[in-house]
């Protein structure tokens, strides 16, 4: 089975977005983590506003 070139681009602009989809959401959630715990932290050393 041999895919020609533009099938090639096709699907591997499909596989690429998949990945960058993928990679956002580990980045969204690991951001949103260190932020609870930044916030918490703030919290402690100065008090909530």
């Known amino acids: ?3 020609t ?3 090639l681009l096709f ?5 690429g977005m998949v990945l960058v989809i ?3 959401i580990i980045v969204f ?5 260190s932020r609870k ?3 918490r932290k ?3 050393e100065y008090g909530e506003n």
Not at 11 to 15: H, P
Not at 29 to 33: E, F
């Open 5 to 7: 070139p533009g099938e």
């Open 1 to 3: 089975m041999s895919f």
């Open 29 to 33: 959630i690991v951001l949103a983590g």
């Open 22 to 24: 993928i990679v956002s």
């Open 11 to 15: 699907y591997g602009g499909i596989a």
């Open 42 to 44: 703030l919290d402690d």
């Open 37 to 39: 715990r930044l916030r």
